[in-house]
């Protein structure tokens, strides 16, 4: 099958256009090509996510993306050998989510699928003329083929029962799995009940026998609860206040509930006695601004009700940390105190300790902790140099206690592992036999000042068989969001997983690189996160990605004259502006898929950023935004350029590059080369093209930074 690529071009002035299909390389006499492995070697990984555990304690399930073939994976007690569930052999770029066991049977439920854009149109990477779906699947646990059960949806499974429900425009859907599983009867799907406006977050009381949800309406949302067996509906809530994420008691009592009060600028904690509706507010966040809910970076968790214990999360001390409160009222207890950030956690099954994956003792990795919420004392379970996530406390049926989660460190790629009764963790998940692991380079912390004296971190990566005195060319990647955070390893999202493969693929073709957390992103607390003038504001991040530059041009390894730039989404904005501003500095780019234009790009996603109560106040801002885009100055343009996007981006209109090349065509000095995805997303969602992008970028850089070449 031919990769669908549209175009692949480089301009040099008006009206000529050059095919490059073929680069022939002339590397400088005494250059070595370090590359000790093939990009295919190091993206033969399998990133998994969504792990879940059964109701008896004694199977584990999860996801895996293996080289664009996503499937379902199992591993049962007491060996816990992994194997495959479903058998979905193609790279199609469909999506696997929502995978959950069924109580008291032997299936699972999982999504197939990718969303919508804003066309309502679902993504088909392939550009398959039959179309694509998304749908509910229900696979059992000893093999066979799955059975669709319904469209696309957000199952919630009952705690008790072989029933699913979701909610869509209203309305709350059942699905009784049992006829399903039992008899191989046909899917049927029924309104349980309906209300006006929206229906958010069902679930289930610990019985089974109600739903509570919030509904969203008229600029408040309220709470309700759907009682099963006698069909009736309460409201628990009816205020003016924004009321959501219910959560139930362990008996089924109560549900504690976050209030946005609309007086109040941050947000109360409250629970609800099921059986009244009466209501008490426990707690209320500072009211200075600081303490609102720091859903940007909040990870897995929301609010979660323990063994009679709130935990939820929040920023006024400067970073995002977890706090427990008594569900009766009283003082609040911080249980990750320190500077670093919680971005998963999960209660154990007794609801008497929560489980977090933060980077309290090493800043630029992931630890996992077990705190205990009575008095906050704490075990590192994971602590050093590795990154650990996504945290699944269990017990099996013999009442052994289990921690399964997902682990990497520098040259191991993320894996299944099992922590089983205290004793040491163990890898369950398979690694390919040929990843060259004992061949990556281990990532150096670097830390070095902006010009203005903010402190920035980021990883070196140094190849490994660098001559005596050799100075080689270097690459800066910058990470997309810009609410993210690269770190020492293998990285805890799938996209920048594969960004880090290729950062060693680089390293190991004999380019220094440098991978920087410039300000705005997370991990750093909440002042490096929210700087008064980055982005469309004022762009002060570019300034850490010259000191960047700056520091390379000091290191002993590196070569002053030969400095690259490349990364995806913001991180292609940072490429695009670094090139526009610096063509001096910056010697060519690779930009995937980035923003070029902020006034342009907020009208498009963000149209509240630039609300104002008059058309003068938003010029004025609309002006700002665009003096702080690479289109601005794009007159001083001249690095040559890899231009990559794929035309069913939903997070960057395709329509940001095509104003690109428009304004390099017209300037018509700037070598650029352009590659393009038909129906392809904003993280590509095939293997191949993720592959086919790291090729040309490879050979982009050899020709433009190894031997200066000028087209």
Known sequence: MRSPIARRRMWRGPGVLLLAMAWVLILPAGSVRAQSFTLEEVMRFSFPNGLTVSDSGDRLAWLANEEGRRNVWGSEAPQWEPRLLTTYLDDDGQSLSGLAFVPGSSHLIYLRGSSENRAGELSNPTSDPAGVSRDLWLVAWNGGEPRRLAGAVSPHLSPVDRIVIWSAGGRCYRLDLAPVIDRGAAPEAEVLFAVRRSLNDPVF?????????S?????????????????TLSWLTNGVDSDFWPRWSRDGSRLAFIREPVEHPGFAVAVVEVGTAVTLELWRSPADGTGYYPGAIAGSYELMYGDGWLVFAGEWTGWNHLYALPDTGGQITDLTPGEGIVENAVLTPDGREVIVSANFTSIDHRQLGRIRLADGRTEWIVDGEEIAWEPVPFTTSTGADQLAFIRSDVCSPAGVWL???????????????????????????????????????????????????QQAPAVIFMHGGSRRQMLLGWHNRG?????????????????????????????????????????????????????????LQEHPRVDPDRIGLWGGSYGGYLTALGLARDSDLFTAGVDLHGVHNWADQLAWWARGEISAPNEAMRDS??????????????????????????????????????????????????????????????GFLLHRNWLEVFRQATDFFDRYLKTGGDG
């Open 215 to 231: 509904s969203a309406r008229d600029g408040r949302s309220i709470l309700g609860v759907y009682d099963i067996p006698s069909g």
């Open 495 to 551: 996209y920048y997983h594969t960004a880090y493969g290729f950062n060693q693929y680089l390293a190991a073709n004999g380019y220094v690189v440098l991978s920087v957390n410039y300000r705005s992103g997370i991990g750093y607390g909440v002042d490096f996160r929210e700087p008064d003038d980055y982005g469309w504001r004022g762009a002060s991040e570019y300034q850490d990605i010259v000191a960047a530059a700056r520091f």
């Open 419 to 469: 922590q089983e009764d205290g004793r040491r963790p163990r890898r369950i998940s398979a690694l390919a036999d040929d990843f060259p692991a004992a061949e990556l380079v281990v990532p150096e912390q670097v830390i070095f000042t902006a010009a203005d004296g903010w402190t920035i971190h980021g990883q070196l990566f140094v190849p490994r068989n660098l001559r005596r005195r």
């Open 621 to 682: 801002i609309a002006a700002v935004a665009y003096r702080a885009s690479p289109v601005a100055d794009i007159a001083g343009w001249r690095s040559p350029v890899l231009i990559v996007h794929g035309d069913d981006d939903r997070n960057v209109p395709f329509e940001a590059s095509i104003d690109l090349v428009r304004r390099l065509r017209r300037k018509g000095d700037v070598i650029f080369h352009e590659l393009y995805f038909p129906d392809e997303a904003h």
């Open 205 to 213: 009381s610990p019985d089974g026998t109600r739903i509570a949800f």
